[in-house]
């Protein structure tokens, strides 16, 4: 495993050049162990609280939602979601940057850079929404039956002929009103450094006439830096990455909605505009929510923003 690099511009850790990847298109993340913080170790007996609150949450769950009317499981879901992210000790922050028109009803394409796992629950304590996720993931332990119910679509990003069904299923969900989450980057990274956002899945916005909503997504610590312990990335199992949250304490999960975009014609283009809007430094206002827990924190303004930043690095096309 190669070890993370000294940027000798800015002085910071960042990731290791990507190695090849399978395909041309298939997404390659660099990051790996040596990129992820070692947790702040929680005591044993909070840890093993945390252990039976998420089995609790996990396994009521199925059973909550056959018995709530359908119009009424997207507020289930999300409450479920604020329950599950609590029992793992993180809570979170809503930052909204979005304009007034921004939050009318109806299809919106939502689009957020990807750290790990935790993510979708997150994104899912915000607004319930179906996500493209790796086909996997349907099958992992008892976080697969919770994927079934939010209606995952799945994609195999080694097989290219897969991306015109998944991009027909986005399009005909959005056309519906729903809202639909993708991770353009292709596969997670470990916040720190990025890789380039994909255009192919922003097809969908196209086809549909639907507009995008960016999300910038990020992990911070107690002191407000930035935090890699949610990272699910390299070598990492799921049980490795589920075992270094469940250690961690006081890890928050920002979640800023940004301004919507038009999809206008180009998903290149598009995808471009996205990436700007993500990594552009922006001001918050509108409200501040903080999940699990009474204390309440300070909407991150351009001055922390800037304190979090870290040396971009990108994958290979």
């Known amino acids: ?17 990507a190695e090849a990847s399978a ?13 992820v913080d070692a947790p702040a170790e929680a005591g044993t007996l909070r840890v093993a609280a945390r252990i039976a609150g998420i089995a609790g949450v996990l396994l009521s769950f199925p059973i909550a939602h056959y018995a709530t009317p359908r119009r009424r499981r997207a507020g289930l879901q999300r409450r479920y979601a604020r329950a599950l992210l609590a029992c793992c000790g993180i809570r979170v922050r809503i930052v909204d940057n979005r304009a007034p028109d921004d939050r009318r009803e109806g299809g919106v394409l939502m689009v957020a850079r990807h750290i790990g796992w935790t993510d979708i629950v997150a994104l899912t304590a915000v607004e319930p929404v179906s996500f493209v996720a790796r086909a996997d993931m349907v099958e992992w332990p008892m976080l697969g039956d919770v994927a079934k119910r939010v209606r995952v679509i799945p994609i195999e990003r080694e097989r290219l002929r897969q991306l015109p069904s998944v991009i027909a299923t986005m399009a005909d969900r959005l056309r519906a009103g729903e809202r639909v989450t993708f991770f353009p980057e292709g596969t997670t990274w470990c916040g720190r450094a990025h890789g380039r956002l994909r255009p192919a899945l922003f097809q ?20 407000g830096d930035l935090s890699t312990i949610p990272g699910f ?26 301004p919507q975009l038009l999809p206008d014609t180009d998903r290149h283009e598009l995808a471009r505009r996205c990436e700007q809007t993500l990594e552009g430094d922006t001001v918050a206002r509108a409200f501040t929510d903080v999940i699990h827990g009474s204390e309440h924190l300070e909407a991150v303004g351009t001055g922390a923003d800037r304190r979090a930043e870290a040396p971009r690095a990108t994958a290979g096309k």
């Open 233 to 258: 990335v390299g070598i990492d199992s799921l049980a490795d990455s589920i075992r270094r949250v469940l250690r961690s304490k006081g890890v928050v999960a920002e979640i800023a909605l940004q």
């Open 23 to 35: 395909h041309a298109w298939m997404p390659h993340s660099p990051c790996g162990p040596s990129c």
């Open 204 to 223: 969908a916005a196209i086809d549909s006439d639907t507009p995008v909503q960016p999300i910038r997504l990020r992990y911070l610590d107690r002191a």
């Open 1 to 17: 495993m190669m070890p993370a690099l000294l940027s000798p511009e800015t002085g910071s850790l960042s990731c290791p050049p």
